[in-house]
């Protein structure tokens, strides 16, 4: 690893090929920034990444010559400019992005963040090791950002000086994700879920209003363990008074595994230097195989939309993509070959605007991420009603049952006439 200043980085940025960029609270922007400001001897240059924070500059049309934008999973600060031309979405389970990385999307160069080097030497990736450990691995050339205030974590993000080919020394807050105001609709929500998971059950939680509502909703349960891809702040309470002590769990008994984390500094603080939190690679966390290995494993994932036969669309809004794949179809599959697993999809009836969201047909354009043969539960505020097991005209009556009220009769009627 050769140490350089800031100044520097123009030497050594990448201006061709392909390049991967960490995420999350770990967006390395000091990198980036630079990166835009080499723009102009950059020639089509192929950004590839989930979720970053921070402003997504890169994405302006001015800097339509410098950068193609390939993004895993579609973030609020990608969205406006997403075109599906020089700003593209690769859709794919995170499970499997790290084949891709590894063989289809290999990189040339990894732009990432690491924490201050640990008392062996090691530097961590922090709060994302996800599909950034394997393109670590992959990319010939790795520039990293050392930032004082990641947090050092344990598991398989830590790499060896060796690894990373430039480095430079910053000292820069994380991007904060403050918790989602709870409404009436998601504790509703919650409390339905929280109903159906028994004590020792492994969660799978991530972030977001409905997550944080079943959490809540959980405090009186006992010894229940978490295998997730991420958390967020509001796992945090259960951990603190030892409702979560993944003392049932068969893979890392004891500790909580995730692939990264976002939230607030309390929650950077938590995972910092933390031996009971295990941060591991994506082909290990969202394998299926690995998440039944747990007992009574749930998975609480949402949606944009369900018809009347259980198909879920959960990254676009007809055929404008907003998220991504993200591992809700690898959760799913694990959660229905562990013993006593769960899996629930979780929404409101209706969107803000009063649209519903259990609808007779998907949008035209609405991509299906599970399918009506994966679904297992679906879960409005007006209940939970299991689909696995069930017939076409029992799941659109269960479906129709949990609707809004102000729908039921037209779903009823629809159903009537594609009969």
């Not at 394997?134 to 830590?158: D, F, K, M, Y």
């Not at 969660?203 to 363990?225: E, F, K, M, W, Y």
């Not at 009063?354 to 949008?363: F, K, M, S, T």
């Not at 505020?381 to 479906?399: D, F, I, N, P, T």
Request: include cysteine; charged fraction near 20%; aromatic fraction near 6%.
């Amino acid at each position: 690893m050769k140490l350089i200043s800031e100044a520097q980085l123009a030497d050594v940025l990448p201006v061709r090929g392909r390049v991967f960029i960490h995420g999350a609270a770990a967006t390395p922007q000091v990198l980036i920034d630079a990166l835009v400001a080499n723009a102009a001897r950059c020639e089509a240059l192929e950004l590839m990444h989930l979720h970053t924070m921070g402003e997504a500059v890169y994405c302006r049309p001015e800097y339509a010559r410098a950068f193609r934008v390939s993004n895993f999973f579609v973030g609020a600060n990608v969205r406006p400019f997403l075109n599906y031309e020089r700003v593209d979405y690769l859709p794919c389970f995170l499970s499997a992005i790290p084949g891709l990385l590894a063989h289809e999307k290999k990189p040339d160069a990894c732009l990432i963040s690491v924490s201050p080097p640990n008392a062996d030497g090691l530097y961590s990736l922090g709060t994302s090791v996800d599909v950034a450990l394997t393109a670590v691995r992959e990319a010939p050339l790795v520039i990293a950002q050392i930032n004082r205030q990641l947090p050092c974590t344990h598991g398989a993000g830590l790499l060896t000086a060796a690894q990373i080919s430039y480095a430079i020394e910053v000292d820069q807050p994380l991007p904060e994700a403050s918790p989602e105001r709870l409404g009436e609709i998601e504790q509703a929500i919650g409390r339905h879920i929280a109903a159906l998971v028994e004590d020792g059950a492994t969660l799978q939680v991530g972030i977001g209003s409905i997550p944080n509502a079943v959490l809540l909703a959980l405090t009186n349960h006992r010894d229940l363990g978490v295998h997730t891809e991420m958390f967020a702040d509001g796992l945090l309470p259960l951990v603190e008074s030892g409702a979560v002590n993944n003392s049932r769990k068969h893979f890392y008994p004891g500790r909580i595994v995730s692939s990264f984390v976002s939230g607030t500094r309390r929650l950077f603080d938590f995972v910092h230097q933390n031996p009971s939190v295990m941060f591991l690679g994506s082909e290990t966390v969202n394998d299926p195989t690995v998440i039944a290995s747990n007992p009574r494993a749930v998975a609480i994932n949402s949606a944009v939309e369900v018809d009347l036969s259980g198909q879920v669309c959960a990254d676009s809004i007809g055929p404008k993509v907003i998220s991504g794949f993200g591992g809700q179809l690898d959760f799913i599959r694990g959660a229905a070959g562990s013993h006593g697993g769960k899996a629930f999809i979780a929404l409101p009836s209706r969107t803000k605007h009063g649209r519903p969201r259990i609808v007779a047909r998907l949008q035209s354009g609405a991509g299906v991420v599970t399918t009506r043969g994966d679904v297992d539960y679906l879960v409005t505020e007006y209940g939970a009603v299991q689909l696995r097991g069930k017939s076409m005209g029992e799941r659109a009556q269960a479906l129709i049952n949990i609707a809004h009220p102000d729908d039921r009769e037209a779903l009823a009627r629809s159903w009537h006439e594609a009969r």
